[in-house]
Each structure stands twice: as C-alpha cells, then as structure tokens.
C-alpha cells in the first residue's frame, strides 16, 4: 500500500523517520536512576564476549548493505578497538578470501536471501568464524543460518532501490559498534553523545526530508546530464557509493562515487564545466581536507554541488560560485543516515522526470537470489 504516495521509492524515503524508530525501539536506553544510558541489543547479548575477544570483524555484503557497513566500519573501529575489513560478498568467493576461526564475520543484508550472501555465510560457516546476521527479513535464510544476529525492523521495503533499510542498517551497526565497545569513563562522553544522537535522529531525518522540494529543482537541471561524479571521504565514502549507486540503478544515469583521497590519482582528468560533481563536505575532522579539495576542484572549473553543513555555505563556496545543499548536523558517526536522504530524494526525482521505472528499475530485482 503506497498510501499517499506515488511510488514506493518515495514511500520508503519518507518514512524513514519512522523506520528509525522502530529500528532502535526498545534497545536504546537512557534514564532511570543511574542515568545511564546503554544499548541493549536482544540478539547478540550472549554473544557480545565472544565478538569482543575476536581478533577481526569482517563484514560481508552486496550493493546498498555492503554500503551501510562501509558507513558504519569507522565507529566500529573506534569504539570497538577490533580490526574491521570489509568483503562484497562474490569477491571473497572469487577470492577464497581468508576467513578464520578467531573472525566474527557479520553478513549485512537487506532480504537476508542474496544467493552471494548465502553462499559467503557457508564459507564463513565451514571455516568456522562466529557469523552475526543483520537483516529485516524475519525467519529469512541469513536469520536462520547465522549463530545470531540483530533484525533492523525497518518494514518491508518494496522499491528496489533501498533506502530506508540502509538507514536502518547503518543505525543497528553505530549500536552494535556500542554494545561491543568498553563503557569505560574515557570513552563515556563519546558514547553519551552517539546515544543522544541517536535518540534524536529521527527528528534529524525529518529536517533534511524537506530538501525535496530542492532536490526536485536540482534534479531538473540535471535531468539531461550522461554523468554525475559523487565525492566523499570518511564517514561519508560510503555516502557517495550509495548516493552514485542510487543514482545509476532508478535514474539510469552513469554515476560514479569517489572517494576525494583518490582524487588526484585519476578522477582530477575528468574535471571540466560540463560534468556535475556533488562534493560532500559537511562538518567533521575530514572538513577542512574537503574544503581543499572544491578549491582544487574550482580551479578547474568543476560544476560544483556541494553538500554542507546548516550554516557552513559560505565556507565551503565563496562568491556563490557552486550550488549548496545544507543539511542538519548531527554526531559525525550519524552523519551518514542524514547526508544520504537528498541524494535519494535526488535520484527518485531524477528517476520520474527522466520518465524511467521507479520501483522496478529494467534489468534488476529486489532479491538477487542466483548467481
Ligand atoms: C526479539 C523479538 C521481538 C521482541 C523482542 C522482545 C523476534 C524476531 N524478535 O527481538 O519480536 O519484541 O525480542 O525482547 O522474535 N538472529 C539471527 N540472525 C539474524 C537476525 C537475528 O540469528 O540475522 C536471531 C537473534 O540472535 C535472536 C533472534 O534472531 O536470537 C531475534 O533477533 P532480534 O529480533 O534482533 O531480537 P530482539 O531485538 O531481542
Ligand atoms: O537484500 P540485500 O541487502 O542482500 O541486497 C543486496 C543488494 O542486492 C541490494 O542492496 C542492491 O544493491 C539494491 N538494489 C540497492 O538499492
């Protein structure tokens, strides 16, 4: 039922206030007596020891759920202080990639029924490491194989392109990365501020979703383009794969996120008037090296939309010389599950007025369940 909206995509864009909430009810917990505020993840707590004493995590994913833990793989290592890789899920098989006992490999996805998912937990299974779960299918194949997991209770999503379960996993891994770190008083006012962050981010996406109007007008001038570079760094590398990600999969057009470390090291050649770049550089200790590089990039003349923090515009583009989308801030940690929603509004809009299938995009489906 899509309500009173017109496409799923939409629906599932919207709602993610929602969604979010469903997402940490009753596993944020603040208050009480002590004041103390704690997660409390249902699924892992007899687990939690044992990925804590692990010697690496591993994530392991496809497409948008790879992306998510991509988002979330700097707070885990923060707070964890456990190694954290990464696998896309057919490349580890490509690879036979190392897994071992000592590994906590922790298999990311959406349906919980990606065949390379399913095939990769096998792996993980038959090289004995603890595998964890994170997924929003109930009794879906990865909930049941696993030694046990966390649902993300976003709702079930429908619109191929996923949106509101990427929030949602992105929300569940910052709690994870939370209940595996110590509670020790050095780290107390980080945590603190994680959870109130968290306890205020629905409100947080809620704000941002009223770019849409924006990012309709953005999607206009854009309508025609053949390409649309996306560059981020930090906790937001993995917003511009996603971003680029939505971008190609409904809209149909080439898209590419970069990651603004690499910049001189190639993508810096295809920087012209014509090419639409959207540079993400919205506050955090990653800041200033984004401002440096739209100064690089202005200075070849690069057409410029720069995503930034409420009330940074002029410090990031001098002269009005580039488009800005302004976005509420949040913990740098969150700032990812805020940065991501006008580039899905962005690619949803692009999508309709472009007159392409918004749901159902040609060639795709929502569950990838061959190889
Ligand atoms: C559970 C209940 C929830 C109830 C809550 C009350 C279910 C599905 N969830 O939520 O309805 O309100 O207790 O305390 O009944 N698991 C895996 N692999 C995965 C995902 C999950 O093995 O990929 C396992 C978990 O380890 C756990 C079980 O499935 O044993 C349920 O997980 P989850 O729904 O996240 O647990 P709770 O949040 O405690
Ligand atoms: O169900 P999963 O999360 O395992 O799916 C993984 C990918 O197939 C999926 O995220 C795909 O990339 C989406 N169409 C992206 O929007």
Redesign the pocket.
């Known amino acids: 039922n899509k309500g009173n909206y017109e496409h799923y995509m939409q629906k599932e864009i919207h709602e993610q206030p929602e969604s979010l909430r469903t997402t940490m009810r009753?596993?944020l917990i603040r208050g009480g007596s002590s004041k103390a505020k704690t997660v409390l993840?249902?699924?892992?707590k007899d687990h939690i020891k044992s990925i804590r004493r692990s010697r690496r995590i591993v994530f392991i994913g496809c497409g948008t759920s790879y992306n998510a833990a991509l988002a979330a793989r700097p707070i885990l290592e923060e707070l964890s202080g456990v190694p954290v890789t990464m696998e896309i899920a057919s490349d580890l098989l490509d690879r036979q990639g190392p897994i071992y006992r000592e590994d906590t490999a922790v298999?990311v996805s959406q349906s919980?029924e990606t065949a390379d998912s399913l095939l990769a937990l096998e792996y993980a299974l038959e090289n004995g490491a603890l595998c964890?779960?994170?997924?929003n299918t109930?009794g879906s194949a990865?909930?049941r194989n696993?030694?046990?997991?966390?649902?993300i209770?976003a709702g079930c999503e429908i619109g191929v392109a996923s949106t509101k379960a990427y929030t949602s996993q992105i929300v569940v891994m910052a709690m994870l990365a939370l209940a595996i770190g110590d509670d020790t008083i050095s780290s107390r006012t980080r945590r603190d501020a994680i959870i109130d962050g968290l306890f205020d981010l629905p409100n947080k996406v809620r704000e941002v979703l009223k770019l849409d109007q924006e990012m309709k007008d953005l999607a206009k001038l854009l309508i025609a383009e053949q390409s649309l570079l996306v560059f981020g760094r930090g906790y937001n590398y993995a917003t511009a794969l996603e971003g680029a990600l939505k971008v190609k999969e409904v809209a149909l057009m080439h898209s590419e996120g970069i990651l603004a470390g690499e910049m001189k090291h190639g993508p810096l050649a295809l920087v012209d008037e014509n090419l639409p770049i959207i540079v993400i550089a919205t506050r955090d200790t990653c800041f200033s090296k984004q401002q440096s590089v739209i100064q690089q990039l202005h200075a070849r003349k690069g057409r410029l939309i720069v995503m930034c923090s409420k009330g940074y515009a002029a410090s990031v583009c001098s002269g009005g010389s580039c488009r800005v989308i302004e976005v509420p801030q949040v913990e740098d940690c969150l700032q990812p599950v805020v940065n991501i929603v006008p580039l899905q509004l962005l690619a949803y809009h692009l999508t309709v007025l472009r007159g392409y299938n918004v749901d159902q995009p040609r060639n795709l489906a929502k569950s990838v369940t061959t190889l």
Not at 41 to 44: H, P, S
Not at 132 to 135: A, C, E, K, L, N
Not at 146 to 151: D, E, I, L
């Open positions: 009753g596993r993840l249902g699924g892992l298999f919980g964890v779960g994170i997924t109930v990865i909930a696993t030694h046990c997991g966390v649902h209770n």
